[in-house]
């Protein structure tokens, strides 16, 4: 089952811009994940935020959780040509001890 | 360097045979991950050990099969009863199944069936 779900499915920016990509989720959850994927590649983790956190920072990302909605956006800022890759975001479920469940992603091109 | 290796990055498989895809890690972590990546749908769980000697089923587990005999090794058998088995495999690994804690991936095996 893929709980989290990305939007949009596709993003495109010129350099400089923000981007803004948005995480809806379905059961409550003990914490939330960002991740990156160049093309090809593994998975890298990027930020967690756990369910009593609200917003958090690292580097030129910001991260916010809204669990009333049941959603999260990640934000980067100043974008640049090798943020080209795709996002997911993914949730640890509040019971039992579950592992992650990854959403579609989101694919973001940065034009230079 | 500590990290997740898989192993081989490409694999080509003719129908009806067996293929098993190898994940070694050497962080020290209880857990171990597959998933399957398919265009457009994601990350889906295959198989999950959180501890030596113990595996459970993910989501699309048929198919599949597992073992995790050391803590560094969770290789993943791809059987002929899997029907669609060409897809991009992502091995992973966190520190404990827990409540907490990151996955750290390995950069995957690509598998074609011809």
């Known amino acids: 089952s893929q709980q989290g779900e990305e939007d949009p499915q596709a993003l495109s920016i010129q350099e400089g811009e923000n981007a803004t990509m948005n995480c809806s989720y379905k059961t409550s959850i003990n914490n939330l994940q960002w991740y990156r994927q160049n093309s090809g590649r593994g998975l890298v983790h990027l930020i967690l935020?756990?369910?009593?956190?609200r917003e958090k920072h690292s580097g030129r990302l910001r991260v916010t959780l809204d669990t009333s909605k049941k959603s999260s956006s990640l934000l980067i800022t100043a974008s640049r040509a090798a943020d080209t890759a795709s996002y997911f975001c993914?949730?640890?479920?509040?019971?039992?001890?579950?592992?992650?469940?990854f959403g579609k992603g989101t694919r973001l091109s940065v034009i230079a | 360097d500590g990290g997740i290796t898989q192993s081989p990055k490409y694999l080509f498989r003719k129908e009806g045979q067996n293929v098993t895809l190898s994940c070694e890690q050497n962080l020290n972590h209880d857990a171990m991950y597959w998933y399957r990546q398919d265009p457009g749908q994601g990350l889906r769980l295959i198989y999950y050990?959180?501890?030596?000697?113990?595996?459970q089923k993910g989501d699309i587990a048929e198919g599949y099969s597992v073992s995790r005999e050391k803590k560094e090794s969770f290789p993943l058998t791809v059987t002929s009863a899997q029907k669609n088995p060409t897809a991009f495999y992502l091995c992973a690994s966190s520190i404990n199944g827990g409540n907490t804690g990151e996955l750290f991936f390995g950069e995957g095996s690509r598998l074609t069936v011809l």
């Open positions: 993914a949730t640890r479920a509040n019971s039992g001890n579950t592992p992650l469940v």
């Open positions: 050990s959180q501890i030596v000697n113990d595996f």
């Open positions: 935020i756990r369910s009593n956190e």
